[in-house]
Nanobody, 116 residues
Framework: QVQLVESGGGNVHSGGSTRLSCTAS????????MGWYRQAPGKQREMVAS???????QYGDFVKGRFIISRDGSKNTVYLQMNNLKPEDTAVYYC??????????WGQGTQVTVSS
């Protein structure tokens, strides 16, 4: 059974940084696509960053150079380094991934709270 397990996040002060990690287990084949979404209270889930094995990373417009997505294919792990965090970045961050461009698997989510 394939599972995505996230770690990291927590409480961060405005302007601070944190790193999220997500590892896929239950598969011996690296995912083609892995990425991050987020959902704030009362808002729709939105794409934060995404990365495939053969393409350039993609970011949501609101990232504006503050976040960096990276992958370790040998570990089937994706990271999200988040810098210069703002209170509006407060959300539950979800990892997603799959063997196609549409992903298909989701993690349970990890809370990131940015205080001013």
């Amino acid at each position: 059974q394939v599972q995505l397990v996230e770690s990291g996040g927590g409480n961060v002060h405005s302007g601070g940084s944190t790193r999220l990690s997500c590892t896929a287990s239950g598969t011996f084949t690296s995912f083609y696509r892995m990425g991050w979404y987020r959902q704030a209270p009362g808002k729709q889930r939105e794409m934060v960053a995404s990365m495939t094995t053969d393409g350039a990373p993609q970011y949501g417009d609101f990232v504006k150079g503050r976040f960096i997505i990276s992958r370790d294919g040998s570990k089937n792990t994706v990271y999200l380094q988040m810098n210069n965090l703002k209170p509006e970045d407060t959300a539950v961050y979800y990892c997603d991934g799959g063997w196609t461009a549409s992903g298909g698997y989701w993690g349970q989510g990890t809370q990131v709270t940015v205080s001013s």
